[in-house]
DNA sequence: TTCAATAATGATAACAATTATCATTATTAT
DNA sequence: ATAATAATGATAATTGTTATCATTATTGAA
């Protein structure tokens, strides 16, 4: 007789914390877009016992969950936005500040079927999209130019 | 009396460096985006004295200089890429691979209007623009639906 | 061509953001 | 209440990249 046991890797059960939860609410409840060290010294005021780890352990989890949207910051920090209206992201290169880019609803749905056609032709199929642009903000360039 | 003594921080004059010289014509001679890394490791086949710091180094200046482009690559290494013909780049979060994407001129034209149309309306002011888009590649997608 | 002046190099230390480890605590289903 | 186990917080480890610094290479002028 021949028994195969199969272990299958089930995803694990997740369950309840209060630090997960006040991570989410703040993201939710906030316009800017903070990095983890920003948001564990915010927290840290409401639960001083509060860990960096469990921020960034936590903003993991909830990005994989589409609860919040993950910035890829560079060089920099990454960056969380509570947001997960679809939406573009303007990074100045000069002064690092973020800028949220909103387009109307129907200029988004012809971006997205602008880029669907981008990606019939070419190798890929896209299905989330995280468009950051970079570039020298408004601030920025009118400094430079009254150097000149 | 008063001596005032200005002293102004000028460009450093660039000097050639062989080393510099093959690092750009690597880049210009081949068609994916390697890493600093992977670059250092093809360079030292020819010129085994290389150094890790040389290539990050003149991988920057080359930047600055817009003769090659940086790509970001978040939490994985940033990748380097010789063309500098405007284009779109693709990252599969699956594969982490990394896909050019080029649009005909016309469209790649209809698109900068379109940014600074939207540019206009919003906070910034684009000049440069490094557009990476997010997503999962034909090969994963395929994979991902074999497995349901 | 030789000689400063100084930019570039290569080895390696330092850094900063993030992730992994692990003993302890909190949540959950029974 | 209990047992199973997910989550926490402290901190070590990791990783990609940058800074430091003594040495070497390039350059323009004598």
New interface residues.
Partial sequence: MIIVIIIERVKAMQKYSKQREMILKSLKNREDHPTAEKLYLDLKKEMPEIGIATIYRNLQILTEQNEILKI????ES?RFDGNTKKH?H?V??KCKNL?D???EDDKMEQWEKW?EN??KN?????????????????NC?KKEEEIK
Same sequence: chains 1, 2.
């Fill in positions: 890829n910051g560079g060089k990454d573009f303007f100045c290169e800028y880019v909103f387009l880029l981008i990606a070419t190798i890929a199929d896209i299905q989330t999209t995280n468009i950051t642009i970079n570039g020298t903000c408004k360039k």
